[in-house]
């Protein structure tokens, strides 16, 4: 017997000869496959019973607004799947992107405490974060409270690098685009699990998750978790503040999830799906003696309606809505701040087979609002877009153009545009090239919080990125080399005043590698940057702060049916803290090991030991980071 397959659907299949997919994830695959429209003439793959299992490589849809093999993008483009998430129970999103090639990140304190994370030299506020299609970040502060999201409520993070998602998603998306998916997208049984969970520094962690699925098209997933610890002492020795911070400042958070799905018909689908951290931190109290009593207390989340009309094999058009909140209040004995911050989001997003090439286009409204006594008379405002993209996969050439216009309400209106192609040399070599104009609107606080400017200037990069990879049935790696410019770069300078500095340069290189070798797992990252002030008067030459010019990432894990180990050794080298570099953090080792083991058909158990070796080492100054700790959790599911 034969079967024809498209060239498209030959480059989702790379044959192996063990395979340890679940059936979720074969359904998963299966209903993938039947939504990627081809690009490129069918050809004939024979198929056999005897034939081996076929491993298919992890499938991203936010790098080109569509289902695509990671193989078939251009710009860099990595998965973080439910298998690799299941290493981080009872942790946050943050936990999980801050071990990724090419990210950094400065926390000042424990679990819950104010944290930033940089990407290929860019802040956070320069990098968009979605949930399930809607943004999310403080409309305030710009930055996306990843270390508030618990990891155990998410399926599956993809993170796109680099500018070419501002001509995709628009203003934030600079430095990429991190989009984080809930749990229920890809449900086939009918299942109910428990997780229960303890750790150090008195850590404890509960919830249960039920799913539900019908032969009627109708599938839901329900979660709920509860997160609690005493924390650690974040305050360092030489903190002026450390005589009267001395204790724990601890965190507990309460967590939900929901998707739901119903199959209409064979074109139409329709659903809902959101996520929501509602938590509790203690935080130094500044001067004030005694047991700390300041408190923030922040609830965020992102949730949305869809239609989605597949009104031919090859195109379909999806219309959402969704509303995502970033509310903080701190609660002292001298003050209360308050910071309630909504986006308001429509999406009308299409897609359309042109022979061999697709279509992506849409058009999106949103609104940004924040309430809080900083920004009496500026308190909202809205951005209205259209956008198209064209995808090409004939042959040895991948290729892919975006173009996007964003009108903002309080300034002018902006064109980002992005054109990338690659070229396959051999079926294992790829080499490609990459341009993409960026840009950032400032945040409120950056333009009426203390320190802000309302006169300041959107940054605006150009940003180049090229690469050479090598993919086998065992190895996937990865030499990316890039190049930004950005004018107009916001910084707090010393006296912490929010300018524009002229111009920024960042220039790196990311070297990644994973094997897969019969049951043994492997790989390692590399990345070097320069993220330099390129213009400014005072200085010019200077690195810019919590960039590292050098991090490096070893693992080694062995991989069963059953039992899946790993080891990890993580190198940060030394960077400045501020832009005059004249405070520096020290470069730190951390050694971590997770596993997990299926203890019968119904029980699993997840574990993690992180710090291994009690690295002492701090990311922001004058705050401590935690020592050797761990978390170890039990899950029983019934089916």
């Given at each position: 017997?034969?079967?024809?397959?498209?060239?498209?659907?030959?480059?989702?299949?790379?044959?192996?000869?063990?395979?340890?997919?679940?059936?979720?994830?074969?359904?998963?695959?299966?209903?993938?496959?039947?939504?990627?429209?081809?690009?490129?003439?069918?050809?004939?793959?024979?198929?056999?019973?005897?034939?081996?299992?076929?491993?298919?490589?992890?499938?991203?849809?936010?790098?080109?607004?569509?289902?695509?093999?990671?193989?078939?993008?251009?710009?860099?483009?990595?998965?973080?799947?439910?298998?690799?998430?299941?290493?981080?129970?009872?942790?946050?999103?943050?936990?999980?992107?801050?071990?990724?090639?090419?990210?950094?990140?400065?926390?000042?304190?424990?679990?819950?405490?104010?944290?930033?994370?940089?990407?290929?030299?860019?802040?956070?506020?320069?990098?968009?974060?979605?949930?399930?299609?809607?943004?999310?970040?403080?409309?305030?502060?710009?930055?996306?409270?990843?270390?508030?999201?618990?990891?155990?409520?998410?399926?599956?993070?993809?993170?796109?690098?680099?500018?070419?998602?501002?001509?995709?998603?628009?203003?934030?998306?600079?430095?990429?685009?991190?989009?984080?998916?809930?749990?229920?997208?890809?449900?086939?049984?009918?299942?109910?699990?428990?997780?229960?969970?303890?750790?150090?520094?008195?850590?404890?962690?509960?919830?249960?998750?039920?799913?539900?699925?019908?032969?009627?098209?109708?599938?839901?997933?329900?979660?709920?978790?509860?997160?609690?610890?005493?924390?650690?002492?974040?305050?360092?020795?030489?903190?002026?503040?450390?005589?009267?911070?001395?204790?724990?400042?601890?965190?507990?958070?309460?967590?939900?999830?929901?998707?739901?799905?119903?199959?209409?018909?064979?074109?139409?689908?329709?659903?809902?799906?959101?996520?929501?951290?509602?938590?509790?931190?203690?935080?130094?109290?500044?001067?004030?003696?005694?047991?700390?009593?300041?408190?923030?207390?922040?609830?965020?989340?992102?949730?949305?309606?869809?239609?989605?009309?597949?009104?031919?094999?090859?195109?379909?058009?999806?219309?959402?809505?969704?509303?995502?909140?970033?509310?903080?209040?701190?609660?002292?004995?001298?003050?209360?701040?308050?910071?309630?911050?909504?986006?308001?989001?429509?999406?009308?997003?299409?897609?359309?087979?042109?022979?061999?090439?697709?279509?992506?286009?849409?058009?999106?409204?949103?609104?940004?609002?924040?309430?809080?006594?900083?920004?009496?008379?500026?308190?909202?405002?809205?951005?209205?877009?259209?956008?198209?993209?064209?995808?090409?996969?004939?042959?040895?050439?991948?290729?892919?153009?975006?173009?996007?216009?964003?009108?903002?309400?309080?300034?002018?209106?902006?064109?980002?545009?992005?054109?990338?192609?690659?070229?396959?040399?051999?079926?294992?070599?790829?080499?490609?090239?990459?341009?993409?104009?960026?840009?950032?609107?400032?945040?409120?606080?950056?333009?009426?919080?203390?320190?802000?400017?309302?006169?300041?200037?959107?940054?605006?990069?150009?940003?180049?990125?090229?690469?050479?990879?090598?993919?086998?049935?065992?190895?996937?790696a990865r030499l990316t080399g890039y190049r930004n410019t950005v004018d107009d770069l916001i910084i707090s300078d010393e006296e912490y005043q929010r300018k524009n500095f002229a111009k920024a340069k960042i220039e790196g290189v990311t070297l990644t590698s994973d094997w897969s070798i019969d049951d043994y797992l492997f790989g390692l990252a590399y990345d070097y940057q320069k993220a330099k002030d390129d213009g400014g008067l005072v200085n010019h030459g200077n690195?810019?702060?919590?960039?590292?010019?050098?991090?490096?990432?070893?693992?080694?894990?062995y991989q069963l049916s059953n039992l899946d180990i790993r080891a990890e050794y993580q190198y940060i080298d030394d960077y400045f803290s501020n832009i005059e570099n004249t405070s520096k953090v020290k470069s730190y080792n951390l050694v971590n090991i997770s596993g997990n083991y299926k203890l019968s058909p119904n029980l699993s158990m997840s574990s993690r030991i992180n710090n291994l070796f009690n690295q002492n080492y701090i990311t922001e100054p004058g705050y401590?980071?935690?020592?050797?700790?761990?978390?170890?959790?039990?899950?029983?599911?019934?089916?």
């Amino acid at each position: 017997m034969t079967t024809s397959y498209s060239t498209l659907y030959k480059s989702l299949i790379q044959v192996s000869k063990k395979s340890h997919l679940n059936k979720g994830t074969w359904a998963l695959m299966a209903s993938t496959l039947a939504c990627v429209p081809a690009v490129a003439a069918e050809t004939e793959l024979a198929t056999q019973d005897n034939m081996p299992v076929a491993y298919f490589p992890k499938i991203t849809v936010t790098a080109t607004r569509t289902p695509t093999a990671v193989n078939n993008t251009i710009a860099q483009t990595r998965v973080i799947d439910s298998e690799d998430l299941k290493r981080y129970q009872g942790q946050t999103a943050l936990d999980v992107i801050k071990n990724q090639p090419g990210f950094n990140f400065t926390q000042s304190g424990g679990m819950g405490t104010v944290s930033n994370f940089y990407l290929r030299g860019y802040d956070s506020k320069q990098v968009l974060v979605l949930i399930d299609g809607v943004r999310f970040s403080s409309v305030s502060s710009g930055q996306p409270s990843l270390h508030l999201l618990p990891a155990d409520q998410i399926e599956r993070i993809e993170v796109l690098y680099g500018a070419s998602g501002s001509s995709m998603y628009g203003a934030d998306a600079m430095g990429g685009v991190i989009q984080i998916f809930t749990k229920g997208g890809n449900i086939n049984e009918n299942q109910f699990s428990v997780t229960v969970g303890a750790g150090s520094h008195d850590q404890y962690l509960y919830g249960a998750t039920a799913q539900f699925f019908n032969e009627n098209g109708t599938s839901l997933n329900l979660a709920a978790s509860h997160n609690e610890t005493n924390g650690i002492n974040a305050t360092h020795p030489n903190h002026p503040h450390n005589i009267h911070n001395k204790d724990k400042d601890g965190f507990e958070s309460n967590n939900y999830s929901l998707f739901l799905s119903h199959q209409i018909n064979n074109d139409i689908k329709i659903g809902i799906s959101g996520l929501y951290s509602d938590s509790t931190t203690e935080l130094d109290s500044g001067s004030t003696t005694g047991k700390d009593t300041t408190l923030a207390e922040q609830k965020n989340g992102a949730a949305q309606a869809f239609i989605d009309w597949g009104y031919s094999p090859d195109s379909s058009l999806k219309l959402s809505y969704g509303q995502s909140i970033d509310e903080s209040q701190t609660k002292a004995i001298s003050y209360t701040s308050d910071y309630d911050t909504k986006q308001q989001q429509v999406s009308l997003v299409g897609q359309h087979a042109l022979g061999a090439d697709t279509v992506i286009y849409g058009a999106e409204y949103l609104k940004q609002e924040v309430d809080s006594s900083s920004y009496p008379d500026a308190d909202k405002r809205d951005v209205t877009s259209g956008f198209l993209a064209y995808l090409l996969s004939r042959g040895n050439i991948d290729a892919q153009a975006n173009i996007r216009y964003d009108d903002y309400s309080k300034y002018d209106s902006e064109t980002t545009y992005n054109i990338g192609a690659a070229y396959h040399f051999t079926p294992e070599v790829r080499a490609g090239l990459n341009f993409a104009k960026g840009y950032r609107v400032p945040t409120f606080n950056d333009l009426y919080d203390w320190g802000g400017d309302p006169n300041l200037k959107p940054e605006k990069s150009d940003n180049y990125e090229a690469f050479v990879e090598y993919t086998t049935n065992n190895q996937v790696a990865r030499l990316t080399g890039y190049r930004n410019t950005v004018d107009d770069l916001i910084i707090s300078d010393e006296e912490y005043q929010r300018k524009n500095f002229a111009k920024a340069k960042i220039e790196g290189v990311t070297l990644t590698s994973d094997w897969s070798i019969d049951d043994y797992l492997f790989g390692l990252a590399y990345d070097y940057q320069k993220a330099k002030d390129d213009g400014g008067l005072v200085n010019h030459g200077n690195y810019l702060p919590n960039r590292p010019e050098h991090k490096g990432t070893v693992y080694l894990g062995y991989q069963l049916s059953n039992l899946d180990i790993r080891a990890e050794y993580q190198y940060i080298d030394d960077y400045f803290s501020n832009i005059e570099n004249t405070s520096k953090v020290k470069s730190y080792n951390l050694v971590n090991i997770s596993g997990n083991y299926k203890l019968s058909p119904n029980l699993s158990m997840s574990s993690r030991i992180n710090n291994l070796f009690n690295q002492n080492y701090i990311t922001e100054p004058g705050y401590k980071t935690d020592g050797i700790n761990f978390l170890t959790s039990l899950t029983y599911t019934w089916k």
